[in-house]
């Protein structure tokens, strides 16, 4: 079945320490995105990326690195500099075809706990 | 100002009323529409996509003014199970390609 996988759905880490998050996708989607969200917070964008070995930053990417060296892989990794990164991490994808996008398909997200 | 704006809510209503929630978003470049419906610690899922002619899909109506930069949604004969959030979603085109989501709007639908 196509989708977008996240792994792991939970994750502790104690502070200080970087952690990466893993999102595949076997969707054939150029795009991919990551968004953090807090609780009874909508979604903010931390990095997308549109093809192969380019991403851009998004609202919120200071503390946050990310990698594009496949299609199907877009990781993401909380530094040790993100001073709140206790969060539910959400991975999309969607296509973009002539400079439109489709509708972006998400991940089932990772949550993230750092004590 | 916000790229895209909702009102946060929560909405509260009984079951069979009809609910809209509302959008604006600020960049004409704004390409396409969606809203989006999430449950709690749950992804967001497509709700349905928002054309400028409008569209309906049973219960749910959706409609987009471009002048305004307004996108609403309605929902009819609301359902105990249509408690969650709403997101308003904007792809939008200005040299690069993303995707914005409004902060969502709670949704309450009581017996």
């Known amino acids: 079945d196509g989708g977008i996988t996240q792994s792991p759905k939970y994750l502790f880490r104690k502070e200080g320490q970087n952690v990466t998050l893993s999102c595949e996708q076997n969707l054939n989607h150029d795009a991919m995105y990551w968004y953090r969200q807090d609780p009874g917070q909508g979604l903010r964008l931390i990095y997308y990326s549109q093809i192969v070995n380019d991403f851009q930053k998004g609202d919120i990417a200071e503390g946050y690195s990310v990698s594009r060296e496949k299609k199907e892989s877009f990781p993401l990794t909380v530094t040790s500099a993100q001073k709140n990164p206790t969060a539910f991490y959400l991975c999309?994808?969607?296509?973009?075809?002539?400079?439109?996008?489709?509708?972006?398909?998400f991940g089932q997200g990772t949550r993230l706990t750092v004590v | 100002r916000k790229e895209v704006e909702q009102d946060p809510g929560p909405f509260n209503v009984p079951e069979g009323a009809t609910v809209a929630f509302n959008c604006t978003y600020s960049?004409?470049?704004?390409?396409?529409f969606f809203w989006y419906r999430q449950d709690c610690r749950k992804e967001p899922k497509l709700l349905m996509s928002v054309y400028s002619s409008g569209n309906e899909d049973g219960r749910f109506t959706a409609q987009l003014n471009r002048a305004s930069q307004y996108i609403s949604l309605l929902i009819r004969d609301s359902k105990l199970s249509d408690s969650a959030t709403y997101l308003c979603v904007v792809n939008l085109y200005t040299g690069g390609f993303k995707t914005i989501f409004g902060a969502g709007t709670r949704l309450f639908v009581k017996a």
């Open positions: 999309a994808s969607s296509i973009v075809a002539g400079g439109y996008g489709t509708e972006a398909f």
């Open positions: 960049n004409s470049a704004s390409q396409s």
